[in-house]
DNA sequence: ATCCAGGGCGGGT
DNA sequence: ACCCGCCCTGGA
């Protein structure tokens, strides 16, 4: 690993905020300057933007422009995306100006797996925290800039932890969960890497559902945001509350039948009704 | 003190 | 198939 250095110019979709505070990832901080500094599978990385250019800095195995291309989904127009949706109606263009720097990062499975098992029923400082605990309970650290980080585990690292391990950590319920989930992945019950490969969505969730502490919104989540399927709609509290607002208009809205918020998304957005979750999510859960 | 937070599970209909 | 109570924990 070495610090590298990467730099290109500003794009229309790239809004630190909104990237790294939409809700997708939990190991990205904001740093005093306005910058932000996270943790991924190769090291540490700082992105900022200075004068026009988004500028990419870090502590990073292998060649820091291949991670970050790949890592911030470079690959996919988002303007092109962005237009389409705004087409559909008033309400999604709305919400597309207002998280107009969103991109879904390609986050790694494994990471991505464990991270939102915690995340059920648990709110966004505490998985953070219990995400940094683990990780510095049996992984790597690397220093950067004088400052230490860890590395979330792998497979191998994470199956050293015993359950009551997981459970002073402060995992509580979830700690079974994950435990279970990491033996299942260790003894390639089920293949990682099988999934990748994976084409239709559909086997890969069914997949992802076998796992322990993987129901439809975790395995929709894993699926968005470390696979780039954006045919999945997760559907939390939050987007069942907007969906319902938006289109349905039930007076209770805990009631609003999951099914029929999916038929609604997938008539709307189809193959990119993850994408227009994504938008919808972040400007409900920063306007309520 | 009581409630709730980005669900899932297991046991009931 | 739906429904519902319960699950650790800690901050409001």
């Not at 087409?87 to 991109?103: A, L, T």
């Not at 997949?207 to 699926?223: R, S, T, W």
């Amino acid at each position: 690993m070495n610090i590298q250095r990467y730099e290109i110019k500003d794009i229309g979709a790239f809004e630190l905020k909104h990237i790294f505070e939409c809700g997708q990832c939990f190991r990205w901080n904001e740093e005093e300057n306005g910058s932000y500094t996270g943790v991924i599978k190769q090291g540490v990385l700082n992105v900022k933007k200075e004068n026009g250019l988004i500028i990419f800095e870090g502590l990073i195995e292998g060649d820091i422009k291949t991670v970050v291309e790949d890592y911030f989904d470079f690959d996919t127009d988002y303007e092109k995306i962005k237009n389409k949706l705004s087409k559909i109606d008033d309400n999604m263009k709305k919400s597309i100006e207002y998280g107009c720097g969103i991109r879904i990062l390609h986050q790694d499975l494994f990471e991505c797996i464990i991270s939102f098992i915690i995340s059920a029923n648990n709110n966004i400082p505490r998985i953070k925290g219990i995400i940094e605990r683990l990780s510095k309970k049996c992984s790597k650290s690397v220093i950067y800039n004088g400052k230490e980080y860890y590395l979330f585990p792998n497979v191998s690292e994470l199956s050293k932890l015993s359950v009551e391990d997981l459970r002073s950590l402060g995992l509580g319920f979830r700690d079974i969960r994950v435990f279970n989930t990491c033996r299942k992945i260790k003894e390639k019950v089920i293949d990682l890497d099988k999934i990748k490969e994976m084409k239709s969505s559909e086997k890969i969730r069914e997949e992802l559902l076998k796992l322990d502490g993987v129901g439809p919104k975790v395995a929709d989540c894993i699926m968005l945001f470390s696979l780039k399927r954006y045919d999945v709609f997760p559907i939390d509290v939050w987007v069942r509350r907007v969906m319902n607002d938006l289109y349905i208009h039930n007076e209770n809205e805990e009631k609003v039948n999951k099914k029929e918020v999916l038929k609604i998304a997938n008539e709307k957005f189809g193959d990119i009704c993850g994408l227009a979750q994504q938008y919808l999510f972040y400007y409900r859960r920063e306007n309520d």
